[in-house]
C-alpha cells in the first residue's frame, strides 16, 4: 500500500466476540483515523485519533496509538454481523494514504 | 447533510476512450481528493486539490488529469483508457483547517472493455 500494512487482512468471528485490528504505518503523522467500507461502497469514518493520544473510545469503538512503533489498533466490541465490512486506517502526514484493510465478517 | 456527490456512478467505455468523472464536495469543504480503488485493493492516493490548486499528487497516471473548478467541484480526466483502469474512483472531501476526517462519495465504478 501507499502507506502502511494492516493485520490480519481477513478476520471471522461469531456474533457477541471482540474483533481486533491492526495497523502498521511508515512516516510521522497528524492523525490517524479508521474507516469502514462496506462491499462496493463508499468508504464512512469512524474514528480519529491525534499523534498526541494514545487512545480514544467512540461507542463500541476503542483506539490505540503507539507512535514509538507507528501502529495502531482497532478494537470493536460485542460484534454484529452489521459490523461485516472491511476496515482501513488512514494516516495523514499531510495527505492521506490508506492501509491494505481488513475484511471482517461477523457470523450471526 | 449534504454529502460528497460523484457522478456518473457507474460507466463502461472503450480501450483508448476517455472518461472524466466528476465530484462535488460538501459545501464549504476546502480539499478534495481522488482515490482509486481496484478489486480488492485498498485505495491508492491520486491526486488533491486545495483551494483550487494541486496540492498533491500520488499514483496518477500522466494519461490521467485532474482540476478544482471555482465552484469547488472537480473532475477527473482519464484519456487512452487502459483495461487496468477498470475500479472503482473515490472522491473525497474535508476542511483544510485542522486535517479532520475525510467524506467519501459513493464512487464511480468504471469498467474498460
Known amino acids: 500500500s501507499q502507506q502502511g500494512e494492516e493485520d490480519p487482512q481477513a478476520l471471522s468471528i461469531q456474533e457477541g466476540e471482540n474483533a481486533t485490528m491492526n495497523c502498521s504505518y511508515k512516516?510521522?503523522?497528524?492523525?490517524l483515523q479508521w474507516y469502514r467500507q462496506n462491499s462496493g461502497r463508499g468508504l464512512v469514518h469512524l474514528i480519529l485519533?491525534?499523534?498526541?493520544?494514545r487512545e480514544k473510545h467512540s461507542g463500541r469503538l476503542r483506539v490505540t496509538l503507539d507512535t514509538s512503533k507507528k501502529s495502531s489498533s482497532l478494537l470493536i466490541t460485542a460484534s454484529r454481523a452489521a459490523d461485516t465490512a472491511s476496515y482501513f486506517c488512514a494516516t495523514d502526514g499531510g495527505q492521506f494514504y490508506f492501509g491494505t484493510g481488513t475484511s471482517l465478517t461477523v457470523i450471526p | 447533510a449534504a454529502g460528497v456527490i460523484q457522478s456518473p456512478r457507474h460507466l463502461i467505455k472503450e480501450k483508448r476512450e476517455t472518461a472524466t468523472l466528476k465530484c462535488y464536495p460538501i459545501?464549504?469543504?476546502?480539499?478534495v481528493y481522488w482515490y482509486q480503488q481496484g478489486p480488492g485493493q485498498d485505495p491508492q492516493f491520486l491526486i488533491s486539490?486545495?483551494?483550487?490548486?494541486?496540492?498533491d499528487k500520488g499514483s496518477i497516471p500522466d494519461r490521467f488529469s485532474a482540476q478544482q473548478f471555482s465552484d469547488y467541484h472537480s473532475e477527473l480526466n482519464m484519456s487512452s483508457l487502459e483495461l487496468g483502469d477498470s475500479a472503482l474512483y473515490f472522491c473525497?472531501?474535508?476542511?483544510?483547517?485542522?486535517?479532520?476526517?475525510?467524506?467519501f462519495g459513493s464512487g464511480t465504478q468504471l469498467s474498460v472493455l
Open positions: 485519533i491525534r499523534s498526541n493520544e
Open positions: 486539490f486545495y483551494e483550487k490548486m494541486q496540492s
Open positions: 473525497a472531501s474535508s476542511k483544510r483547517t485542522g486535517n479532520e476526517k475525510l467524506f
Open positions: 512516516t510521522s503523522i497528524n492523525n
Open positions: 459545501p464549504r469543504h476546502d480539499t
